[in-house]
C-alpha cells in the first residue's frame, strides 16, 4: 500500500497551537487525484495542500488546495505554509520565489516573515446592511457605515464592517443566514466580518457552505480586507495587522504591506509559520 508523507503547520502565528493549522504533502506527485479531497474530509482543517511539480517555469511547484467540501483556487495560509514547508524541505531557498495556484503565479517573498502577493482585486456587489446584520445575529446599528460587499482576489468573499470588538465577537452565521445572503446576490465562498483598530483591524470569517464553520486565520480574505479598507478610509499607513482567531481561542496575526508598483497597488499579507506535525498516511 502507498505511503505518502505529510506536515502539519500553524500559519499566522509564533506559537504552536495558535494560527492557522495545515497539511501539507511535500510529495503528492503519483497520489491519485481522485483521494485528494477524500483526505482533506479526513483530516478536516480549514485547508490541505498537495505540492505537485509545475509545468510553469516561473514557479517553484504547484499547489493543490482543498478544503473538507471544495478545491480552491486561491488560498492565503495555505499558500504561506506550502512556501514554509517547501523552504523546509529544501526545494526553494530563502528568498524570492513563486508557486502555482488557479489563478495563476503567487510571488512569495520571504524576510523575518513569509509574504505572498496577492493576486488582483476587484469589486462587486453591495449588500444592504439590515439583512447581513440579521444574517449575522446582529442589530443594524452595529454595522459601521460603509455597505457590505462583494470583494474577490481569487475567492468572493462579502466583507462587513462593525462598530466594536463586541460586536464582532457576538456575531454568527450559519447556514441559514448564509442562504439569505446569498439570495440577494451572486455567489460568494463566505463572510468577513471586522472592526477597524489602532493596530488595523480586529475579524473573524465564517464559510459554513464549504464546512468551515469559522477560520482562524484568511490569508486570501485579508488582501481584499486591506483594499476595502483603505477605500472607505477605515485604516491609514501602509502597514497594518489583522488580528483574527481570538473568539475561537487560535489567535492569528496577518501582517499587510501596501506599496505602489508601475502605478498600481500591490498589497502583500504576511506571516510566521510553526511547524508542529510530520506524519504519513497508508492508503488503499
Known amino acids: 500500500m502507498p505511503t505518502f508523507r505529510y506536515r502539519v503547520v500553524d500559519v499566522f502565528t509564533e506559537r504552536a497551537l495558535e494560527g492557522n493549522p495545515l497539511a501539507v504533502f511535500p510529495q503528492a506527485e503519483g497520489l491519485d487525484p481522485a483521494l485528494m479531497p477524500r483526505i482533506a474530509k479526513e483530516l478536516n482543517l480549514s485547508e490541505t495542500v498537495f505540492v505537485l511539480p509545475s509545468a510553469r517555469r516561473d514557479c ?106 463586541a460586536a464582532v465577537d457576538r456575531a454568527f452565521l450559519e447556514r441559514e443566514g448564509m442562504r439569505r445572503i446569498r439570495e440577494a446576490g451572486p455567489h460568494v465562498n463566505g463572510v468577513f466580518i471586522f472592526t477597524p483598530t489602532p493596530e488595523g483591524a480586529y475579524s473573524r470569517f465564517f464559510a459554513p457552505e464549504h464546512g468551515i464553520a469559522e477560520d482562524p486565520a484568511t490569508g486570501s480574505a485579508t488582501g481584499p480586507l486591506a483594499a476595502y479598507m483603505l477605500r472607505h478610509r477605515l485604516v491609514a499607513g501602509s502597514r497594518f495587522v489583522s488580528e483574527q482567531g481570538v473568539k475561537m481561542g487560535r489567535r492569528s496575526l496577518l501582517h499587510v504591506c501596501v506599496s505602489e508598483e508601475g502605478g498600481a497597488q500591490a498589497i502583500e499579507v504576511g506571516g510566521a509559520v510553526v511547524p508542529l506535525v510530520e506524519a504519513t498516511m497508508t492508503l488503499p
Open 60 to 165: 517553484a511547484a504547484r499547489l493543490r488546495i482543498f478544503t473538507p467540501s471544495d478545491e480552491l483556487k486561491f488560498a492565503g495560509h495555505p499558500t504561506i505554509g506550502s512556501a514554509f514547508v517547501l523552504m523546509e524541505e529544501g526545494v526553494v531557498p530563502r528568498g524570492k520565489f513563486a508557486v502555482e495556484e488557479g489563478v495563476g503565479p503567487v510571488p512569495i517573498r520571504v524576510d523575518e516573515l513569509i509574504w505572498l502577493r496577492t493576486p488582483p482585486i476587484e469589486f462587486s456587489k453591495q449588500y444592504d446592511p439590515a439583512t447581513c446584520a440579521a444574517a449575522l445575529g446582529l442589530e443594524q446599528a452595529e454595522m459601521l457605515g460603509p455597505e457590505p460587499q462583494l470583494v474577490t482576489a481569487g475567492n468572493p468573499f462579502i466583507f462587513v464592517a462593525l462598530r466594536d470588538k
